[in-house]
């Protein structure tokens, strides 16, 4: 097929005397390169195999699969994001979606497939780079390669005339090409060898040599990288806990409220510190109620040091010991009481609360096993408003985030709870299958309406339960990755060899001086020829080779 | 602070406005140029004629040899453009620049933030970038069909962003209230601008390479739907309708042009990438989790980085490596719309 730019060229350049078009560059698997039919025997056939893997083809090949392969978890529910819209995926579609399971289309980026097409990739990277980088290593050290005889197929050219000798000539030029760019002269910009070529003399130069570089930079960062992210997985550890105002936690695995750890991960790594919520500031825009500023002022005790205080914002972590405490989400957490039937204290303390809207109406459950005797065990459920506005008979909302007048909505059910089953429950929902909700004479739900000091009886003689305050929690996320740094460094080098790569100039410049001959007026001058050659389309070269001839005049001029 | 807000609303409406007229005359040109090239077709089989009419910044004295891949220093006049529409569609293009930009800062200093928060401002600094990389491209020479595709991407998504984005101006939320806000958000729109410029590039190639080599699906028979080839044969990209094909650059600088922008523009994408993880990594405790809207840039980011072997590869640069820059640019604006509109994921919000 027809092809413009870049073999042409780039073949020209790694050697400007092959005929353009003529691979110079090893790329087996290539439609022209005839394949070699591999002699019989495993060894042979590996071989083989070995050169088709890090083929060029193939690396688009794989980088295609890579890029179809990661669309399906943005179509389907992911576990990692969201198991309850797996489980509702599921039970939506009883027939494709186990098949679905059982191919990992809900486990996406831990897939074996996923895995495959990026390891793939990864093994014909290193298996094409490193060829590469000893080729590159051996080319630095190289000369620039000698003046071709002739300049007319070069894409730029310049010609000058001088009074001056051919070997003075070349002398200027060699100094114009050592010399680096403007601003930072020290650094030489071209390799330059002078030739004598029997009545005539000429200069051959090299520059960016960073091009390749930085292409072999980029592609060893991305293994770099891959490396990171995978010891980072084994070794981390993140911890989600809700810390209410007033109190305290330590940091240790039991404390959390869920706990995910790397395969590589020791308990002991964790720093027994412990944190306390003083006190939290939410602000929300007066008008529109959107949420503003969340801060959270705590003070962090390391084991054995003095206590000190700190913040935590949204987007402003706080780091201790290595790890990173992360402010999640807040809310509200009712402090009740609640007396049973024979008046001792069931239950006392602070209950979050999950907000399910933006003005904080949230939603809560007391459990309370704990009643003395023989009496049933009790459960609340049901609404905090932080500003309660009441809109018909029953019929409440919040209209303010803020606590400006919380009211607290419940109701009753009495029975067992099912805390002994030995099937962990979720602390957020009331399992009703072995209670009953209380009702009042009419067989309505009884709803019980509470305000802060508020101490209200509890239906069917169950007791009394009391909101004591409202103090805010905290939803705190800890999280260590000690690849963390290690991440960041090769995704810079990635980022900083793809840019040499893409944007440092790779070219090569001759300048030739001959004594003139033939048409009059040139005799006894000197006749000065240049030409450049870039890989890939270089804008710059021109203007380039133009700079080099003008500067080496001016050179020449002040030195004769 | 409304008002600031209602002026920029304003101002982004005759920068609408603006480019429609832009558009206009790109689009006038270009038929010019059709009609001029099907009346000269005869004596014109190569687009190489140095300095044959037109204004005085077009007589560049470039040797014939010395003719690199480059556009813009091309010494190549296309004979019969019209230079009251270019000098239309120029001055529109630059007035429309302006009142954008003004309805940009305004919008910025009504918020009370840097205005790239939403997809209204995202919408409004992408088209202005794309715009003024059209404009840079075109600051020695006009191309016609640059001009009118880049255009109606321009006047479709202000529209787009005025009646169906819009939202009005406001403080951000905490998650959003981060300088990086400004560097990932930031760098993202730019290089999608680049992209557009660079896929617009790629179209013209490929209609180019198309009339080049006389490849045309229409021109082949289609057997059972032979009638309806015939009935579409005066669309063949072969044929007199786009005659004009043979005025712009050659595919080999269409090519060279689209892949320089596609440079810039992947290099933007990495960091906007890069600076995501790191925001992420900020705001949300982990670096990357996958968000759909994660996996779109990440795939975007993979497909450019094919588009980037596929040119080096032999037997897939020239033609078939434009086909991967529509395919990364189809990515590009999937991610910004469909994942923002349809699939709900950590990045809705910015909605
Ligand atoms: C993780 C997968 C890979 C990614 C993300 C990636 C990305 C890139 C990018 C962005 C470039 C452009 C830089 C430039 O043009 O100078 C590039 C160039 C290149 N890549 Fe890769 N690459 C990957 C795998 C591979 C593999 C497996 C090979 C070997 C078969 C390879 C060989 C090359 C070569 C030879 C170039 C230079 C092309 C040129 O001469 O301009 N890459 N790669």
């Not at chain 1, 560059?25 to 039919?37: E, F, K, S, Y």
């Not at chain 1, 914002?313 to 809310?331: E, M, R, S, T």
């Not at chain 2, 040119?311 to 999937?334: D, E, K, L």
């Amino acid at each position: 097929m027809r092809t413009y730019r870049p073999e042409g060229l780039d073949d020209t350049f790694s050697n400007p005397d092959a005929p353009a078009g003529e691979p110079t560059t090893n790329t087996p698997g290539d439609p022209q390169t005839p394949v070699r039919l591999p002699s019989i025997g495993l060894r042979g056939w590996l071989r083989w195999s070995w050169r088709q893997l890090t083929s060029m083809r193939v690396a688009l090949l794989l980088l295609m699969l890579l890029a179809v392969a990661a669309v399906p978890g943005t179509v389907f529910p992911q576990r990692a994001q969201d198991v309850a819209r797996v489980a509702t995926y599921l039970t939506e579609h009883p027939t494709t979606g186990p098949w679905l399971d059982r191919l990992g289309f809900f486990d996406v980026y831990s897939s074996v497939w996923f895995s495959a097409i990026y390891l793939m990739l990864f093994v014909s990277l290193v298996g094409c780079i490193v060829p590469r980088t000893r080729v590159h290593l051996a080319a630095l050290r190289g000369r620039p390669p000698r003046t071709p005889r002739r300049f007319g197929r070069f894409p730029a050219q310049a010609e000058a005339s001088t009074d001056a000798s051919p070997e003075q000539v070349v002398e200027s030029a060699r100094r114009v090409l050592r010399r680096g760019p403007r601003l930072l002269p020290w650094m030489a910009s071209y390799r330059v060898d002078v030739h004598d070529e029997g009545g005539g003399w000429s200069v051959s130069a090299e520059r960016g040599y960073l091009r390749e570089t930085g292409n072999l930079v980029f592609h060893l960062a991305l293994v770099g990288l891959l490396v990171s992210i995978a010891a980072g997985q084994m070794l981390h550890y993140r911890g989600q806990a809700i810390v209410v105002q007033g109190r305290g936690m330590a940091n240790a695995v039991l404390e959390y409220d869920t706990f995910e750890q790397g395969t590589a991960f020791r308990p002991e790594s964790l720093t027994p510190f412990t944190l306390r919520l003083d006190s939290f500031d939410a602000r929300f825009d007066p008008e529109s109620l959107e949420p503003r500023d969340f801060t959270a002022h705590v003070t962090v005790t390391d084991p054995g040091e003095q206590p000190q205080d700190a913040t935590i914002k949204v987007n402003h972590p706080l780091g201790v010991d290595g790890a990173k405490i992360y402010l999640q989400g807040n809310g509200y957490a009712p402090e009740l009481t609640v007396h049973d039937a024979a008046g001792e204290v069931a239950f006392a303390g602070a209950v979050p609360f999950l907000p399910q809207d933006g003005v904080y109406t949230s939603r809560g459950v007391v459990k309370v096993p704990d009643v003395s005797g023989d009496q049933e065990q009790v459960g609340l459920v049901g609404y905090l408003l932080p500003t309660a506005v009441q809109l018909g008979e029953n019929l409440w909302r919040s209209s303010n985030p803020q606590p400006q007048d919380p009211l607290l909505v419940l109701s009753v059910w009495s029975g067992n709870l099912g805390l002994d089953t030995g099937v962990p429950q979720n602390v957020y929902q009331l399992d009703e299958s072995r209670m009953e909700q209380a009702v009042d004479e009419d067989g309505a739900p009884v709803t019980l309406y509470l305000r802060p000091g508020e101490t209200v009886e509890l239906p069917d003689g169950l007791g009394t339960v009391t909101f004591d305050g409202l103090p805010r929690y905290v939803a705190l996320d800890l999280r260590h990755d000690p690849a963390l740094t290690w991440v960041l460094v090769f995704a810079l080098l990635a980022f900083a060899g793809l840019a040499a790569s893409l944007f440092a100039p790779r070219r090569r410049v001759w300048v030739r001086a001959v004594p003139g001959a033939g048409p009059a007026g040139e005799q006894g001058r000197t006749v000065i020829t240049a030409a450049g050659l870039a890989r890939g389309d270089d804008v710059g070269l021109q203007p380039e080779l133009d700079r080099v001839l003008a500067a080496t005049l001016v050179d020449v001029e002040e030195t004769t | 602070m409304n008002n600031l807000g209602d002026l920029s609303t304003l101002l982004v409406w005759a920068a609408a406005t603006a480019f429609t007229v832009a558009l206009i005359a790109y689009a006038v040109d270009l038929a010019r140029l059709a009609d001029n090239a099907q009346r000269r077709a005869a004596d014109v089989p190569v687009p190489v004629a140095v300095g044959a009419d037109g204004a005085p910044d077009d007589r560049v004295d470039v040797p014939v040899v010395a003719e690199s891949a480059v556009l813009g220093s091309a010494a190549q006049v296309a004979p019969g453009r019209s230079a009251r529409a270019e000098g239309i569609a120029r001055s529109t293009t630059y007035l429309g620049l302006a009142l954008l930009f003004a309805g940009i800062v305004l919008r910025g200093f009504a918020a009370g933030h840097w205005p790239t928060s939403n997809m209204y401002e995202f919408a409004l600094v992408g088209t202005f970038v794309a715009v003024l990389v059209l404009a840079i491209v075109q600051r020695r020479r006009v191309i016609a069909f640059l001009g009118v595709v880049v255009m109606s991407i321009a006047v479709l998504l202000l529209v787009l962003a005025l009646n169906v984005f819009f939202v009005q101006a406001e403080a951000l939320r905490p998650a959003l209230q981060n300088y990086w806000l400004v560097i990932h958000v930031g760098v993202a729109i730019t290089a999608t601008g680049v992209f557009t410029v660079a896929f617009a590039a790629a179209v013209l190639q490929l209609l180019r390479d198309a009339r080049e080599t006389g490849r045309t699906r229409l021109g082949s028979p289609w057997r059972r739907a032979d009638g309806l080839r015939r009935t579409f044969s005066g669309l063949a990209v072969t044929g007199r309708h786009f005659t004009w094909l043979e005025q712009v650059p050659d595919a080999r600088r269409l090519e060279a042009l689209s892949f320089r922008l596609n440079a810039v523009g992947f290099v933007l994408w990495t960091l906007t990438l890069i600076g995501g993880a790191i925001w992420a990594e900020h705001a949300w405790g982990r670096y990357w989790g996958w968000d759909p809207k994660e996996v779109g840039t990440f795939v975007a980011w993979v497909v450019y980085a094919a588009y980037l072997h596929a040119r080096t590869t032999r037997g897939w640069s020239g033609r078939r490596a434009a086909y991967f820059v529509m395919v990364g640019y189809a990515v590009v604006i999937a991610n910004f719309t469909i994942v923002n509109l349809v699939v709900t994921g950590k990045h809705s919000y910015a909605f």
